[in-house]
């Protein structure tokens, strides 16, 4: 059987898997199967941590539909958890395929170097050469134009009148697969608590509506600077909690801090695998 921790980063939440010493491979039907929180266990996403050759290990990402993504703010301070716990360090570089990404402790808290903002259309990446920081939608006149920022994975930011009021899932399904977006994108709906308070709720491609999505809190706080509406610095409130979220001046790097919770451990049963393979 196939151990597995459950963890869980401001109620967005995943299954741990740890193929370091020993590979696990599972097919698309599986990891579905896996999600399925009434007949499996439950995610957003699955974290794969995997050798790797120039970081203390690797983190694959695959969402609740079995798609690989490229990097997870939240999931990345549950693994630099787990690998704190068991090291006894308070330092970790992770690997991902959106790049590498540099963790530490914070007191109770973890805080992520997510990296620098990508600055063209080809890396967020979106279709063709637009104007990624005024990018108006016609098919959603009720929509404002969007910021597409990016810290590893696109995300189009809508600053709005109130986001308690958006239609989420209805609008986020159907942004998530727009043509502009080659890769899909994530969709954040915000508006503007206080100088340094926002208000955030979000849809992840490949997985939906989640509670919290720390790439995505990255990318909002990217764009609220872009349009003038915060400083440097901001608490991105979602739907799970708040995250400290800063874009420092002196090395142009976007840095995360939130903290990361241990649910439960368990072991995958071959009977749930078998069924979905």
């Known amino acids: 059987m196939i151990p597995f921790k459950k963890m869980h980063g401001l109620g967005n939440d995943f299954v741990v898997l740890d193929a370091r010493k020993n590979s696990i491979e599972l097919t698309s039907k599986q990891i579905v199967a896996i999600a399925d929180r009434r007949r499996g266990v439950g995610f957003d996403q699955i974290l794969v941590m995997e050798p790797s050759g120039h970081a203390d290990f690797f983190m694959k990402v695959i969402n609740s539909d079995g798609t690989t993504d490229t990097v997870c703010g939240n999931g990345t301070r ?19 395929i959106g790049g590498v990404v540099y963790a530490e402790e914070a007191g109770d808290l973890v805080r992520v170097n997510m990296g620098q903002p990508r600055t063209n259309w080809q890396e967020m990446p979106i279709a063709k050469d637009v104007d990624f920081k005024n990018l108006k939608f016609e098919e959603f006149p009720e929509l404002p134009p969007a910021i597409v920022a990016s810290v590893g994975l696109p995300h189009t ?33 915000c508006h503007i608590v206080g100088p340094h308070h926002i208000r955030m709720r979000v849809w992840e491609r490949g997985s939906g509506v989640t509670e919290a999505c720390g790439s995505g ?9 872009q349009r003038g509406l915060v400083k440097d610095w901001a608490e991105i409130q979602m739907d799970g909690g708040s995250l400290h979220i800063e874009w420092r001046k002196d090395d142009n790097c976007v840095y995360m801090t939130g903290p990361a919770a241990h649910a439960f451990s368990g072991f995958l049963d071959p009977s749930l695998l078998s069924t979905a393979a």
Not at 90 to 96: L, Q, R, S
Not at 217 to 225: E, G, K, P, R, Y
Request: proline share 2%; with cysteine; aromatic share 10%.
């Open 78 to 96: 549950c693994v630099a958890r787990l690998f704190f716990e068991e090291t006894g360090k308070d330092k970790v570089v992770i690997d991902t």
């Open 157 to 189: 930011v809508f600053f709005i009148k109130d986001a308690e009021a958006v239609d989420v899932a209805g609008l986020g399904s159907k942004l998530e697969v727009h043509t502009m977006f080659p890769q899909r994108t994530n969709v954040e709906f």
């Open 217 to 225: 809190a990255c990318s909002v706080l990217v764009a609220a600077v």
